[in-house]
């Protein structure tokens, strides 16, 4: 036997097959030269050789790859902890050098090894190697992992005011106005009262502030209930304690119990079943509501008790952390005498001549030893060996930040308000620069320009922050109170507006589309068809079919048949009945609404593990006994299940088989009506699998076997597969066909009119499904995603030239494109070498579903659309799997169902049911950004009116920076006098509620984003401009005698001038809209006594005379119709000659 390697030695590969559980006789001191040798400095993976005589039967090649090297893993596995620490101590090593280059960094002082530390995290590099864990030991592992802690808090109590003071400040409108409440503590610069710039500001920050503090604070309250969160933690002693998820470390032995989270990343190592499986929900992980079996490693599964599973000696490798949820790559050693055994604590044997060293057995893990973090228990109570903790877990990987989100609206605000800022500094200096230099100093001219700039501030309207934080709180409680969409909740209020621009749907499929709920159908036997509506029927047949032959007498075609179909589909699944109940458990929803099919004729499943079937019948309780020979469980690739059984009480053994169609049509004898009726079914929205049979004799099945056993004993993966694949492929011929089942996935309400009204609407939905690329086509036409009868174009490619060349053979630009399929594989590739051409195909294509998809991949594609086309997009999903793509779409929408409020809770808006989405986005987005879009532009013109009002004061007395309006008269102007009637008009509709979703192709003129552009803007600045003259000059001519007068009419005819431009604005009058307008009125004429009284103010702003006679009430007026009449007329021309199609309706 060839010995291991010494220091000197170096191996560069490994390619050497051993038994899934082997055992090594290997020299005590191999593992410390080994160790030696990867102290040495030969990489942080180790190298090492396995023993090259252990291939027997089920042999597996190891690679450097796949597996921890023997170098690594022999500094523990082949000796007790005991023996190893005496035997490094003689040579006087550092411990154990498992892991490599990490245990080279521990070595050394304390003060060395704090300053490594500081330098990795100073660095902020990750540590994502493999790691070597130690059971029951002291110390299990040879570094410190990071703290097993949820934490989806945007903030910490250091960070709050830094970085939301960042995300206000970082927009230039906020950063404007701060300077100018800045420059008001300057009294050569100051221009009014202070109160008038630091009120606004501050009473925007204030409520910023308070949401995303209250925010935070229930992520926090969500996270500490995570955390807080207790479990069974299994010492090395024998004794068992309660620790908070929290205090969950690497290496520890939890206890899960049913219906329990798992904690963290662990390796299944023992559970409470039986037959050494259980069942894992894995919905806030993948997205899949089928449970999935996970199976326990098999040597600790065979201990006696979990005391002994307390007392062995063994180490696991990891492989490093990672993303794929689909893969894990693992190796659990134990030392001889433990694996199996009662566990006495000390090595049961011990191997002759090699100085009392007991050899190990080593037992490969993968995928199915596995159980993620954030999955549930369905089943049993489970043992787990804790591998990765906090943010190395598969579900913290897949995860990204809370992003803060800002609407498209308010990016083009702070874009104008540039503009105007712009506009504020050109005025200014003109004021400055036009009149005749009478050589005043330049630093007076300096002064001058930027009280100019002051006086000017007006232009870019700190109230318009205000206004739009009241108006998407205004919009939040509408949608909250709307009793067409009870339960909806707005969790972020600051992009309401975005809502009304979504041109991009990307929706998850199980539990969002469909409720997840497997209806059996359909039976079809080819000359009869059985649906559940004929249950006695059903039962009558198989009860005389069971009589006639316990009588020897003949059986009718028909209950033979009936009979053969049911037993089938009674075992040939992955099901198994849930203790105490009549319910099931299984992976797919599918075999669970034929096994409970079943179990309703009469054939009911009351056992199933790794061995055996058990079947009772109804009529007589008799209970069948099946041996399972082999399984071929359901792949993508082969698209098919099959079991081989022997019934225990004949001995006959049979072949059962169950797939789709298009691949069960190739393996069955012909059929005259397989063909037709399958049609027919997936033209009736139903799943349809084809149920086979094959008898086999005992020869048959001896030399099948042969040939299997040698089949998996190829040196590579793919080769063993491809083996396996072909002996299987041998034996499905000449199939007998047995029935056709057709189960039903029930849709969300009113899914498929949801949908359709989105496509009128021109919304493109992508489906992004972890689910099956056959299940998602069904889902698709049913939920009319896909027009029935639509075509489907599939990528399904496996290197990346056949990818391009399936993306560039899409039919782009006909009339009636295909939907593009693609699979997860196929999307990969796409998205790493094709990703322009992906999408331009994508995009091009009226639906997209993307099967597999990884939840890192789904926000992957919402990232792309977004930078790609730069259109507004929104994804919904109602499980874990979903966070990542609802964080990076515009809008995150997130739906309460089956699948927990994980989704719900971390999603911009939050939904009950599907449906509401048409009312969310065709009616409240529209109200939202129309709103919006009108206030925003109303409130610029008020700014700019009363701006062009000092401009042409200033210029007509001498260029002077002196302020037409008071400080009352302009913080009036901002208040009391306007905005009630200016905010009242997000309560303006355009149409109705009934009409918006009766129409859906006019919310394709707001994906345009014309009410808010810079033409309209241009527009409105003309109409401010035009209307801010008139009454300035206007006063001008008519004045005769004071200032104060000038003041009045001006001031007067400002106040009329916007509330009359406000009535011209309203399509739809409100109760509120004309209660704003009246009390506005009366309020403005009760200020007029009280700002005339030097008593009451300090001093007079308005000549009282003068403002109730009739010579004001003529020129006021007279000033007020030619600054409105001329901008109403206007406005009508435009309708009449350009008319919305809203108007249309209206």
């Not at 409440?181 to 009473?203: E, M, R």
């Not at 098999?298 to 893969?327: H, N, V």
């Not at 579900?395 to 540039?418: E, R």
Request: hydrophobic content about 45%; proline content about 4%.
């Amino acid at each position: 036997m060839r010995q291991s390697p010494t220091s000197g030695e170096r191996l560069e590969s490994i390619d050497i097959s051993i038994a899934p559980v082997r055992t090594s006789t290997r020299d005590a001191s191999a593992p410390l030269n080994a160790a030696a040798e990867d102290s040495a400095g030969f990489g942080s993976e180790g190298v090492g050789a396995r023993d090259s005589s252990a291939s027997n039967s089920g042999a597996r090649p190891i690679t450097r790859r796949s597996t921890r090297s023997t170098v690594e893993m022999s500094t523990h596995n082949y000796v007790r902890y005991e023996e190893l620490a005496s035997h490094t101590a003689d040579l006087g090593s550092g411990g154990f050098q498992g892991e490599g280059a990490d245990s080279q960094s521990l070595r050394g002082p304390p003060w060395c090894r704090g300053i490594a530390r500081l330098v990795r995290w100073c660095g902020g590099g990750k540590r994502t190697d493999s790691r070597l864990i130690r059971l029951n030991a002291k110390r299990p592992t040879d570094r410190r992992y990071c703290r097993n802690v949820i934490n989806n808090q945007k903030f910490s109590l250091l960070t709050f005011f830094p970085k939301v003071l960042y995300e206000q400040f970082k927009f230039f409108f906020n950063l404007y106005f701060l300077i100018v409440a800045v420059s008001q503590f300057f009294p050569p610069l100051k221009v009014g009262f202070l109160f008038t710039y630091i009120a606004p500001l501050a009473f925007v920050l204030a409520i910023t502030i308070i949401k995303e503090a209250h925010d935070d604070f229930k992520r926090m309250l969500s996270d500490r209930k995570l955390n807080g969160e207790m479990y069974d933690r299994l010492l090395g002693d024998g004794r068992t304690e309660r620790v908070p998820s929290s205090k969950i470390r690497v290496g520890d032995l939890i206890r899960i119990h049913t219906n329990q989270r798992v904690p963290a990343d662990c390796v299944l190592v023992r559970t409470t079943e039986h037959s050494g499986t259980v069942f894992l929900r894995t919905d806030q992980l993948d997205g899949e509501t089928d449970w999935k079996l996970r199976v326990a490693v098999p040597s600790c599964q065979k201990l006696a008790t979990d005391a002994d599973l307390q007392r062995i000696a063994a180490t696991l490798y990891a492989g490093a952390p990672s993303k794929a949820i689909y893969e894990f790559v693992g190796e659990m050693t134990t030392t001889a005498g433990q694996a199996g055994g009662a566990g006495s604590g000390g090595a049961a044997g011990t191997a002759p001549g090699h100085g009392g060293v007991a050899p190990p057995t080593t037992e490969p893990l993968g995928l199915e030893n596995t159980m993620w973090c954030n999955t549930v228990l369905a089943s049993g109570m489970a043992i787990g060996v804790v591998v990765f903790t906090g943010n190395e877990t598969r579900c913290m990987m897949n995860a990204s930040a809370t992003p803060t989100k800002v609407s498209g609206l308010d990016l083009q605000i702070n874009f104008l308000a540039k503009f105007l800022f712009c506009l504020t500094v050109t005025l200014s200096a003109l004021m400055v620069l036009i009149p005749p230099d009478h050589s005043p100093s330049p630093l007076l001219k300096l002064l001058a320009f930027f009280r100019f700039i002051l006086l000017f501030s007006s232009i870019v309207p700190i109230s318009l922050r205000v206004s739009l934080e009241m108006a998407k709180v205004t919009y939040a409680l509408h949608m909250f109170r709307d009793s067409e969409m009870k339960g909806a909740i707005v969790r972020s209020s600051s992009i309401s507006e975005e809502l009304g621009g979504i041109e991009y749907l990307l929706t998850d499929k199980t539990g969002t589309l469909t409720r997840n709920e497997m209806v059996f159908r359909k039976l079809h036997l080819g000359s009869h068809c059985l649906t559940a509506a004929s249950l006695e029927e059903v039962r009558g047949l198989l009860r005389e079919a069971y009589r006639s032959e316990a009588a020897g007498a003949p059986l009718s075609p028909l209950a033979h048949q009936t009979r053969s179909a049911l037993l089938a589909i009674a075992l040939c699944h992955n099901v198994s009945p849930v203790e105490g109940g009549d319910s099931f458990q299984g992976a797919s929803p599918d075999e669970l609404a034929l096994v409970s099919f079943a179990a309703a004729t009469g054939l009911k499943l009351v056992r199933r593990d790794l061995q055996h079937v058990v079947l009772q019948r109804a009529h007589d309780d008799v209970e069948m006994v099946w041996d399972v020979l082999q399984e071929f469980p359901f792949t993508s690739e082969t698209k098919r299940m099959g079991i081989m059984l022997r019934e225990r009480e004949t001995g006959q053994m049979t072949f059962l088989v169950k797939g789709a169609d298009t691949v069960m049509a190739e393996k069955v004898a012909r059929s005259y009506w397989l063909e037709e009726e399958v049609g027919n079914l997936a033209r009736e929205g139903l799943r349809t699998l084809v149920v086979a049979r094959r008898p086999l004799t005992e020869a048959a099945y001896r030399q099948f076997e042969t040939e299997l056993q040698a089949a998996r004993l190829a040196k590579t993966a793919a080769g063993r597969e491809q083996a396996v694949r072909e002996c299987v492929d041998r034996l499905e011929v000449d199939m007998d066909l047995l029935c056709l089942t057709a189960v039903e996935d029930l849709l969300q309400n009113a899914v498929q009119q949801t949908l359709e009204k989105l496509r009128n609407a021109n919304v493109k939905t992508w489906m992004l499904t972890g689910d099956k690329l056959e299940t998602a086509m069904v889902i698709a036409q049913n939920a009319s995603l896909v027009p029935r009868g639509g075509a489907f174009y599939p990528v399904v490619a496996k290197s990346p030239v056949e990818a391009l060349q399936k993306l560039r053979g899409y039919p782009q630009g006909v009339l009636h494109a295909p939907c593009l399929l693609v699979d997860g594989n196929s999307l990969e590739l796409c998205l790493q070498h094709h990703q322009v051409l992906f999408l331009e195909v994508a995009c091009a294509a009226p639906a997209v579903i993307c099967c597999r998809c990884s939840p890192t991949q789904k926000g992957q594609i919402v990232r792309l659309i977004r930078t790609h086309t730069g259109k507004c997009t929104a994804a919904i999903g109602d499980g874990g799997n979903d966070i990542p793509m609802i964080r990076e779409a515009h809008v995150g929408i997130g739906i309460e169902g089956k699948e927990g409020k994980q989704a719900s809770m971390a999603a911009d808006f939050s939904l009950t049911e599907f449906s509401h989405l048409q009312r969310l986005v065709l009616w409240h987005g529209r109200n939202s950004y129309l709103r919006s879009a009108l206030l925003a532009q109303f409130v610029i013109h008020r700014g700019l009116i009363i701006a062009i009002i000092q401009a042409v004061f200033s210029s007509l007395f001498f260029f002077a920076s002196i302020a037409v309006y008071n400080g009352y008269l302009t913080v009036g102007y901002a208040t009391i006098f306007t905005t009630g009637p200016v905010f009242s008009l997000v309560l303006d509709e355009d149409i109705s509620a009934e009409n918006a979703l009766k129409y859906p192709e006019l919310y394709r003129e707001l994906q345009k984003r014309r009410h808010l552009s810079l033409k309209t803007f241009l527009i409105w600045t003309w109409k401010a401009i035009y209307q801010g003259g008139v009454i300035m000059l206007g006063a001008i001519y008519l004045f005769d005698r004071r200032l104060v007068h000038v003041v009045g009419i001006t001031f007067t005819a400002l106040i009329l001038t916007e509330l009359i431009m406000v009535a011209v604005e309203v399509k739809r009058w409100h109760t509120i809209m004309i209660a704003s307008e009246v009390v506005t009125l009366a309020v403005y004429a009760g200020s007029i006594f009280a700002l005339s009284s030097p008593t009451m103010l300090g001093t007079s702003t308005f000549d009282l005379p003068f403002m109730l006679s009739v010579e004001f009430l003529w020129k006021v007026a007279a000033i007020t119709a030619v600054s409105c009449v001329p901008v109403w007329v206007g406005k009508v021309f435009s309708q009449r000659l350009s008319p919305e199609k809203a108007s249309k309706i209206r």
